[in-house]
C-alpha cells in the first residue's frame, strides 16, 4: 500500500531534550516537506527536500533540522526542543517538484513539549 | 508573498442542507489550487485539485468546487452534506513558477453536521 508513515504518533517530552520523528514514504517520491499545525493558523511548512541531500527551509525553519540521507526517509530533527513546538506535525511527499503532482500525507505526529 | 483565506471558521449544518466554503488566495500567477479534508483524528486527505481547464472541478464524495480567476476564489461545495462530513476543510495553494510543490494553506474551516 502507497503511504508515508510517521513514527511515533505521540510524543511528550520535557524542554531541551533532543528528539527526532520519523518519516518514511514507499512511492519512490522525489519531494518530500514537513508541516506543523496550529490551531487557527493552518498548516506551515518547516523544512522542504527536492531530493537526497537537497534540502530547503519552509516558512518555518527556526528550532529544527531535517536532513535527507535516503530517497524514501526524511527525519525531523528538535536539537532542544521549547514549549513553542508543541503542535502538530505533518510529514508529506509527492513524485516530483515543481509539477503539480498530488501531495500525500503523513498520519501526523503530536507533539507536547513541557 | 502568496496567502490564502477561508473566511468561514466554524460552519455547523443539518444533514441535506447545502454547503459553500469560502476560500480566496492571493498570488497574481499561474496557481494550482486543492482543497484537502482532515476527518478526526485523521490525517490530511485530498478532496479536489484544480491545475488547469474546465474551472468546474468535481472531486471525492460529492464535492465540487469553482475557480474563479478574476475573484482569485476556489470555493468548495457541496449540494447535500452527511453526518460523514463532519470535519475540517482546508484550502490550498501552489505557485508552480516558483518550482517547489510549497502549499501554503488556509487556517481551515470545522464543519460540523448534525443529523
Known amino acids: 500500500e502507497a503511504q508515508v508513515t510517521q513514527n511515533p504518533r505521540y510524543l511528550i517530552t520535557v524542554t531541551g531534550k533532543k528528539l527526532t520523528v520519523t518519516c518514511s514514504q514507499n512511492?519512490?517520491?522525489?519531494?518530500m516537506s514537513w508541516y506543523r499545525q496550529d490551531p487557527g493558523l493552518g498548516l506551515r511548512q518547516i523544512y522542504y527536500?527536492?531530493?537526497?541531500?537537497?534540502?530547503d527551509k519552509g516558512d518555518v525553519p527556526e528550532g529544527y533540522k531535517v536532513s535527507r540521507k535516503e530517497k524514501r526517509n526524511f527525519p525531523l530533527i528538535l536539537e532542544s526542543p521549547s514549549p513553542n513546538q508543541t503542535s502538530l506535525y505533518f510529514c508529506?511527499?509527492?513524485?516530483?517538484?515543481?509539477?503539480?503532482?498530488?501531495?500525500?500525507f503523513g498520519p501526523g505526529t503530536r507533539l507536547t513539549v513541557t | 508573498a502568496q496567502s490564502v483565506s477561508q473566511h468561514n471558521h466554524h460552519v455547523i449544518l443539518s444533514e441535506a442542507a447545502s454547503l459553500e466554503l469560502g476560500c480566496n488566495y492571493s498570488?497574481?500567477?499561474?496557481?494550482?489550487l486543492f482543497w484537502y479534508v482532515q476527518y478526526p483524528g485523521q490525517h490530511l486527505q485530498l478532496l479536489l485539485k484544480?491545475?488547469?481547464?474546465?474551472?468546474l472541478v468535481k472531486g471525492i464524495k460529492g464535492f465540487e468546487a469553482e475557480f474563479i480567476k478574476s475573484k482569485f476564489s476556489f470555493n468548495l461545495r457541496k449540494p447535500s452534506v452527511q453526518w460523514s462530513d463532519t470535519a475540517e476543510y482546508f484550502c490550498?495553494?501552489?505557485?508552480?513558477?516558483?518550482?517547489?510543490?510549497?502549499?501554503?494553506f488556509g487556517t481551515g474551516t470545522r464543519l460540523q453536521v448534525f443529523p
Open positions: 508529506a511527499s509527492s513524485l516530483a517538484p515543481g509539477r503539480t503532482y498530488e501531495q500525500y
Open positions: 512511492m519512490n517520491h522525489e519531494y
Open positions: 527536500s527536492m531530493n537526497v541531500e537537497v534540502t
Open positions: 498570488y497574481g500567477g499561474t496557481v494550482n
Open positions: 484544480y491545475f488547469s481547464g474546465d474551472p
Open positions: 490550498a495553494v501552489n505557485a508552480p513558477s516558483y518550482n517547489t510543490d510549497k502549499l501554503i
